[in-house]
């Protein structure tokens, strides 16, 4: 029998017990006796634990508070306020006990991403041991359904993933050979063989687990206020219970001891400050484990208080608001057709690793015959010269245009916003492509809703340049965009908005976290995203938002809100109420019926109240 | 060095409250925190003074909660 089936048994025949008391017409004395028998079931353990605390030189426990005042109560023969108080007491402390249990399963639950196992090849044979004993260079063979156990590299087969647990979509993502493969992460329908890149202390997997337990640690300013609070509480009011219980019977004229006795038991029974101690970190850890389950890492409760004051963000540009993958967006041409000069472009840059080449190559799409380009030149810098087709070829910038004397054609009375590499054949300006990097589909929608959730100031800090930068600033509606700066220039700018920030305004900065960690460490709450497979990401953050949707920004302002909210509402209830029930039993006017609700019940609803932060 | 414990049968915040409390007067002690929730105690202390620290962390545990296992 578990521990909260039998407690709730031994309620349940005190309660009964209890009830015999009362109603029936009994004896006097064998009222009592039912009267002792049901405090004793109910009671005994309390009292136990008081004694033994007691001869530990530990007072002020809970139990020896609840054990004085019920004692009292029978003294001065208020026996079924004492043990109704008891049995209360015991009900609150069921309640708490399962929901206590109740939110530790579903943080466990939550942190049911660490592998137990993973399968090894070696020498031809496949060999189950424990994830941490594998090392980089490793095969490790993985089958459908299983967890992925390491960070590595898919070296035979295919499958999807299902990378949900990490990053809160449900969309598996399809690999193939050569693509890495995340720790934590469920592998669906194939079987795949993987070489292992990082040992399990390493891995993705290790990092969150680690990150998310260590979450409660960095405590926020209303926890550090309740520990401190629940320090001084209890004693104060005890103190505060004994001048009660003895100075009014002695100096106030015609005052009765048990009267004031019963007011100090009433102290007594309010001065456990367990409604907070509990309920305000688990509300911090709902929160934090609510947010993580959608894909966003939160790594203090201190950094929730925050993003909940968040009034202005600033963005980097790539990768962050963009995609960080060039497109080829427009093709002009001048002599030839715009497939003609694609091609052309391509097989020019077909030696080159320059994201831009890829892109163009991309966009080209056919095989590329290597036979018809002689003497490639990479001009860093300016771009590419070499023969295609026996024709010389300059592709690159308008540098590189200038250099060679080919005068530029103005083609377009629009002026192109990305990326421009003009093409020249036989020193003839042919055309140009335009390239631009993609906004991600969900970068506009995400300003929207920040802005909705009054986040009123939206930057962009860029590398790039002005006209791109501020192409793409308009695009998305935000309030500005400072471009061209170099890494040491954005710290600059970044620390100017930190000085003009309101006093109560928090201010974040969010970034791919690869280039910009000086930033993203000054910033009031610094925000990753992309933190899956990165992490340099997972390091220099606050805040990781594992997968790359900006919208889950608005997200964990939301959830940070509401988790302050909740928090802000349990210190208000609590003390309030517990202060309420102090000043009407100083004064007489409450009773211990009241008192019991105001610790017990208080306890609970402020619990139940808590766990609405793990959900969303 | 950090050394995690973990704290069975932890079974009441404030109590938890008071071990991180203790634990912290602790001579050699960094930094203590006592997580209800994940029922586990995280130290940080020199590693030459570890061992020893633990021991009087496990007595100022019990003396706040008698029923509490540690396990390492």
Redesign the interface.
Known sequence: MNKHKKNLIRIIISAAIFLLAILLPLPNIVTLLLYIAAYLIIGYDVLWNAF?NVI???VL??NFLMSIATIGAFAIAKYDESIFVMLFYQVGELFQ?YA?AQ??KS?TALMDIRPDYANVIKDGEVKVVDPEEVMPGDRILIKPGEKIPLDGKIVVGQTSINTSALTGESLPRESLVGDEVISGCINLNGTIEVEVTKEFEESTVSKILELV??A??RKAKSEAFI?KF??YYTPSVVIFAALLAVIPPIFVPGALFSDWLYRALIFLVVS???AL??SI??GF?GGIGGASKKGILIKGSNYLESLSKVTAIAFDKTGTLTKGNFVVHDIVTNSVTKENLLEVAALAESHSSHPIAASIRAAFGKELSMDRIREVQEIAGFGISAIVDGQQVYAGNAKLMAEQKIEIKQLSKVKPIGTTIHVAIDGNYAGYLEIRDEIKPTSKAAIKDLRNSGVNSLVMLTGDAKVVGEAIASELSLDHAYTELLPADKVEKFEEMLAKRGEKDQLAFVGDGINDAPVLARADVGIAMGGLGSDAAIEAADVVIMDDDPQKLATAIRIARKTIRIVKQNIIFALGVKGIILILGAIGLSNMWEAVFADVGVSVIAILNSIRALKD | MKKVVKLENL???????KME?GVSKISGVEKV?V??????M?IIAPEEQMEDILKQAEKVIH??E?DVVLKL
Do not use: W, Y
Request: with cysteine; proline share 7%; hydrophobic share 30%.
């Open positions: 033994r530990r030189g530990h426990d809970e006990s206590v939110s530790r943080i337990e260590s409660s640690d520990t629940a320090k456990c400050p367990c101690v509990i970190p688990l850890f | 079974d009441c915040a404030n109590c938890a409250a409390d925190t997580s209800f929730l994940m029922q586990k995280t003396k706040v008698p």
